[in-house]
């Protein structure tokens, strides 16, 4: 303790004098202004505490429009509705019960649940309670005719969104709900307050911001027990309306590729590759937005919820699969870059190979395709070529960066909530999480895209993309402009944005592209896309699942193949799930969209066009 | 052991112990006011929990007087430790309130904010640092390191963010800094620093709210790309000036380093602080420059209390008589705004009489490290002195209109535990020093 008794003495009185010095020039300070406060002014406040004082009152503001991107019909309305205010000290207590049993009536409500909403800690307060968020423009009427039989009760105008097309539209809109205790804590340093409508899902939440809009203020006069003094002096700041949302959704190609899939659990996207804008986004099965918003949608909810299928899932972004023999196409692009094998070398496929101790069996099963170049392997969709140049030409590593310069196993950077980014095996991975090496039958499972490699729907679409624009993928995109709902002005429009660019050369993606081409004249595309309407180039997949007789079917394709306008050129991945009945649907989806698509016909008419309308496709046999 | 308690009893400072329990009292008086409506209904049990809080406070209080700080001198650095990782804990696994990360939920109902108890393992560390280093030759080495002792556990809860409780941590460190030796030349410096940083964070919003028409010449100041252009001017002057005192050795180029030094880290403090800072936080600022600005937001709050303090009068309107707090026009009146309830009920007499306890228990504290040799003992209870003594010229001065909203409570008053608790150790243990001064 030897270090405490150094005496500072000399030098710590004065110290200590200014922390007194401080304290009493705080004290007489205060003092003087509490004095100037309460005994020279406290008169004037004594008046103006009792006589008047203002209110605010809350103006909220209206939810923005969203449009497709004709921006002619709005996707969801506003529609008329109401919110209902108590304010508890305005019921004399002898009127309450009667007051809660008419309340309880007029919002076909039980007498113990309005009960449970106005406790009676609240029964002296001043402040509103929300009662009732959305009440229709009847139930108004009735309490306003008799208003002096409800005393404390008011309302105010709070529009309800109302989802003008749901099903697959649905899912790129999302819904609105109540802000949730859990939300507030965290938007409430961004200006969210309680009773706040935000957006749960889809574009509601992605651009929430955007359509919430400013809510205004109403500024009563009223006297110190809240009662208004002076109805004729109002000020109002308005409120300000949230901004109009245009999407890069066409509404007639959704409706069309909504129909296209039909009831079949799975999912497409159509895609301008141009601009990464998206034109139609649909996943089944789907929900209705309206029946979320309404009353008692949390039943309808938690019913989705429960539903096995999973309607709640946007499947073409939040669902990753094996891309199958879809992956052919960046393979090829590899074999053609890396020069691994002389394009015209042709490699026997004699329906099987041995490798290991296992037996790989090409789709076709024996006697195989015979002999077979890259243009050939990829139109036949030939496991066995694949299989020999990926293994002995092209190797793993290889195989793994062409599959990242695609954008594979990478956020697509679409604006929805919840994207997943599908998988990426590398052989790196497989030692960490399995403590196994990387086998070589691993690289054949790859090489055909089977296995651990998982993409989604829109990954797919920047995949053929890339290929499309020879070497960029520009980020895909649902919101084409924001516009002023005054005036319908343009504020911001989404100009394209590179998502990847590959180092690829340009005429490996030519020599892809021809090859694709070839696919759909003469190869396992030839009889399902068989639309004159324009020409296709594409790539089928099946990937085998644990379901016995099912596989999931995809299809990959764009057209037209030699746009002179590369505006002009859209991509189209079908992606049908193994769960539906096996019927190879994914190209024949394709094949009406594109007919559809650019004949301008609905589903419909271009199903009769392709002799499709109200057929299933019975496939024997797999076909790959 | 027993002799040494009736010696302790002999010789601590029971007039601040019994300072302190009428604050408690008149606290949970008025917190059981703010709680009752204009019809006399109670609407809140706050009073019941702040007397548990009260109560237990004290049993804390008299607990510390107990413990011999020279004795757990070798333990600081561990509790120290302990609570820089609390603060991290909290700030990923904490709940909640007001946008701020900065609860710990401990039985039920019961939360704490360990960001209030770090306040008094900041203290001790510090007094422990300023002891040891009294004799330290390097004085700007004893500057910086102090300095980052207080501001580490500031900067942890800048991210939760609870800006309130981390400015306390200003005044804890000048006092102990001030009291503990540290070149007075260095606190000035901060204190210029500090000022100018706040100045210019505000400036911006200031001017595009108050001031209809922005002045050029403050754009540079705030406004990219200029204030970048600025910067680097600053910055050169720095550099020019340090060379010019390293060759020709003349005071003048000391005074031009020493002033541009201070502006360059001012302003690019600030532009960190327009960053950091939520635009509703420099609003608050902007709004106690003028309250009618926004008089229905944060100004709202202001203009009610001056209104409930102002219509109190002399002698005010009685217990449970106010008008301004029982019609509910008052926010958070029993944390915030206590003090403008007790002045609304009890007129300028109640407000003197707490002005005068304050006073009383700010000069009895510093006072009794008159005589204190050790540097430890003497900064930690300067420390203390400092905590109180802003909580009073925030929470009060917040209540009058003549300081910014920033959500300090009024300790020994405001409804609350975590802060009560902490003061109550720090005040136990600060009496338990000054009653041994006179030991070995």
Known sequence: ?624 | MMASIKNLAKSMDWVIVLAICILMVIGILFIYSSGVTSAGDIVSTEYTKQIVWAVSGLLLMFACVLVDTKRVVDYIPIIYGFFLLVLVYTRFFGKVVNGARSWLNVIGDYGIQPSEFTKIAAALFLARYLDRSAHEPSSFKRFAVSLAIVAIPMGLILLQPDFGTALVFIPLYLAMAYVGGINRRYLLSLIITGGITIVLTVMPLWQKIIVAKPSLLLRILYERPYVIYTLLVAVSSLVLSLLGYRFFKKKYYYGTAFASMIFTLGLGLSLVGQRLLKEYQIMRLVVFLDPSVDPLGSGWNILQSITAIGSGGVSGKGFLQGTQSHYRYLPQQSTDFIFSIISEELGFLGGIAIFSIFFLILIRLALSIRNIRNVFSSTFVSGIFGIILFHFIINTGMAMGIMPITGIPLLFLSYGGSSLWTICIGVGLSIGISARKFDS
Not at chain 1, 39 to 66: C, D, H, M, N, Y
Not at chain 1, 343 to 360: A, H, K, P
């Open chain 1, 1 to 624: 303790m030897g270090d405490y008794g150094e005496g500072r003495r000399g030098d710590e009185l004065p110290r200590v004098f200014l922390l007194v010095v401080l304290a009493g020039v705080v004290f007489s300070t205060y003092a003087s202004y509490l004095f100037y406060l309460q005994v020279i002014r406290g008169g004037e406040f004594q008046r103006k505490a009792v006589t008047i004082s203002r209110q605010i009152e809350r103006l909220p503001a209206q939810r923005g429009e969203i449009y497709d991107r004709n921006y002619n019909l709005p996707l969801v309305l506003n529609v008329d509705s109401f919110a209902l205010l108590v304010v508890p000290a305005e019921i004399p207590g002898d009127m309450r019960d009667t007051v809660f049993a008419k309340l309880a009536v007029l919002l076909e409500e039980p007498l113990d649940e309005i009960r449970r909403r106005i406790p009676p800690s609240s029964y002296r307060m001043f402040q509103p309670l929300e009662l009732e968020s959305s009440v229709t423009q009847s139930v108004i009427v009735n309490i306003a005719e008799r208003i002096d039989e409800f005393p404390g009760v008011s309302w105010y105008s709070r529009p309800k969104r109302n989802y003008l097309d749901t099903g697959s539209f649905s899912h790129i809109i999302g819904y609105v709900g109540n802000i949730s205790r859990d939300e507030l804590k965290i938007y409430y340093n961004r200006g969210y307050q309680t009773g706040d409508i935000l957006g749960k899902a889809g574009i509601e939440r992605q651009y929430d911001s955007v359509l919430r809009g400013v809510d205004g203020r109403q500024y009563k006069t009223v006297d110190v027990r809240g009662r208004r003094v002076d109805a004729g002096i109002r000020d109002v700041e308005p409120p300000l309306m949230g901004k109009n949302i245009v999407l890069t959704i066409d509404r007639p190609t959704q409706i069309l590729a909504e129909k296209a899939l039909g009831e079949r659990i799975g999912s497409v996207v159509v895609l301008k590759p141009a601009s990464g804008e998206i034109l139609a986004l649909v996943s089944y099965p789907s929900f209705n937005a309206n029946l979320i918003v309404e009353k008692g949608g949390n039943n309808e909810y938690a019913r989705l919820l429960e539903d096995t299928r999973m309607p709640l899932i946007q499947r073409t972004i939040q669902s990753s699969y094996p891309p199958a023999s879809t992956f052919k196409t960046i393979m090829t692009a590899a074999i053609i870059e890396e020069k691994s094998i002389p394009l015209d070398e042709t490699i026997l496929c004699s329906g099987e190979i041995n490798y290991g101790d296992r037996v790989f069996r090409c789709w076709i099963r024996k006697p195989g395709h015979g002999r077979l170049d890259l243009a050939g392997a990829l139109a036949q969709s030939c496991d066995v070529y694949f299989w020999e140049v990926g293994r002995d030409k092209l190797g793993i590593e290889r195989i793994v960066s062409y599959a990242r310069e695609f954008g594979f196993g990478l956020a697509t950077g679409i604006d929805l909530p919840g994207e997943v980014s599908g998988f990426v095996p590398t052989p790196q991975w497989k030692e960490r999480r399995f403590h196994e090496k990387w086998l070589g039958g691993d690289t054949l499972n790859m090489a055909i895209g089977q296995g651990y490699l998982l993409t989604t729907p829109l990954q797919l679409a920047d995949m053929m993309a890339m290929v499309v624009n020879e070497g960029v993928i520009y980020k895909p995109h649902l919101l084409k402009e924001i516009r002023d709902p005054r005036d319908g002005s343009i504020v911001t429009k989404t100009v394209p944005e590179v998502l990847l660019a590959s180092s690829i050369s340009k005429d490996t993606f030519k020599k892809t592209k021809e090859y694709l081409r070839g696919v759909v004249v003469e190869g396992t595309a030839r009889y399902p896309v068989n639309t004159k309407a324009v020409t296709i180039g594409g790539k089928t997949g099946t990937a085998e699942v644990g379901l016995h007789d099912r596989w999931h079917s995809w299809f990959v394709g764009f057209g037209p193949v030699n746009a002179t306008d590369p505006e002009d050129v859209i991509v189209v991945v079908a992606m049908i799930e193994a769960s539906n009945p096996w019927e190879w649907w994914a190209p024949y989806a394709t094949n009406i969209i594109f007919q559809g698509y650019f004949e301008g016909q609905t589903f419909e008419e271009a199903a009769s066009a392709l002799g499709l309308l109200g057929k299933t496709i019975s496939a024997g046999a797999r076909v790959e």
